[in-house]
């Protein structure tokens, strides 16, 4: 052995070190001058506010996958629930936002209003488009909405109440969004269908699409309009499986969530999906935190990587295995790492968070965006309800690698290990209730904001570039740093 190749160094974490005011040409934080969009994964278009939701079952389900989206950050779906749960989470993000409905509810002219409302409790749209003759090969005769229902009782055919096709606006296939809204306002109509000469039906236009792209200017969009999504997959045999089904499900990213990411399974199951299923969404996979485990993510083939071993609040691995790098170090240990590339995958620093300046001091370090758990955890759109502990509404937050998350597992029949032989790195808590995601994100870039205007940062590169830190000699304690309550 030889004992000089023990220590790695020394590991530096948010509470050691500051960030060091710089000359700075940026006016204000609030002038405009600075953008915080930065790249999630290789693959997809820029985020602007560059957070990710946690996949913990205590963080991230459609709620605040959407939500995230929508103010311009992205949430990742996490994976203990079934793979059909899964796909239902992510199809209702995506079905969010459009600015075409392609796959409009269609029904046939026979149906009844029964059969109506029927549809519209599956599809959740305010109308149904009626159609004479097969889906496929039918024209449009007209629409209908709930308020068209009253009019009839349950067995009353749709025909009777509808708005016939004579009597109602449409669009020829080609019009843009901006032209719909514009017969739309005109003609003081909510949705207006796309038919070609034929009668066919390509899709539908609404104003309520519309409406979501002009409230929320930064949301996270794919190509097609529609929300960004991910969703985490694990190490299990069925995981391929739950992968391909998500893909089909137009997930934007996978998250490969393995705890120790630097496991010949990861090249492994990259290969699987990306040699010999060819799956092309992009794969984000971790978690390391040293400058051989990032490297050893870039060569499995990875679209990004995730950086964190232990800094989590309900994290119990430092504890338990004694394993862990403190999270600066280990972002700067994977920018490091990517130092020389030329289209360098993404870094996600993971975990760790617990005051706006963490984020900053992230981004400084080399991490492109960073995720965040618990203080997502006790918002308004993180799943559970609050509860009243002593006159405080609380939310629970629980780790993934915690007893109680470990129960649900079993129960999901993803493990086999019997509860008393599992050894939890996690624990179960409450944090504060804080009222809607959106404060949260408002907050973390404010102070992302300050620190890039101190650090004369236009952009995230910027901050990579330029940013510097001091180590702070005597830390206050993490007891001592109240995590951000409210
Ligand atoms: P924060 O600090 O934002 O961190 O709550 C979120 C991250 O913590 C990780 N995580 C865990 N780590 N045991 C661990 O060692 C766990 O049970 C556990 N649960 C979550 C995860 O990386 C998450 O994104």
Redesign the pocket.
Known sequence: MNTDQKFLGEGLGFDDVLLVPQRSSIRSRFSGEISTAARVVRGIPPIQIPILS???DTVTGWRMATTMALWGAFGVIHRFMSVDDQIKEVRRVKERMRVMEDHPPVISQNATIADARRMLRERERGYVIVHAGDLFNGILVGIATPRDFDAGSPNTPLSQVMTPLERMWTVPPGATLEEAVEVMRQKRIEKIPVVSEDGKLHGVFTMKDHEYYENYPNASLDAKGRLLVGAAIGVQEGDIERALRLVEAEVDVLVLDI?HGELDYTQEILRRLKIIEGVKTPIAAG?VATVDGAKYIRDCGADGV?V??????????RDVAGVGVPQVTAILNAAKAYQNDQDRIPIIG?????MPGDVAKAIAAGADTI?????L?GTEESPGEPVDQDGMLMKM??????AS?FERRRALGESTTSAEDYV????TTFTPYKGKASKVLKKLRGGLLSGMSYSNARSIEEMHDRAQFVIVKNPMSPEQRRPLQS
Do not use: F, H, Q
């Open positions: 946690a996949n913990m705890a978690n995730k964190g071993v232990g800094p989590g609040y309900v994290c119990e691995t993971d975990g760790g968070i617990r995720m965040i758990g618990s203080l955890a937050v629980r780790g993934m690698a915690s998350a939890p790195e996690g624990r």
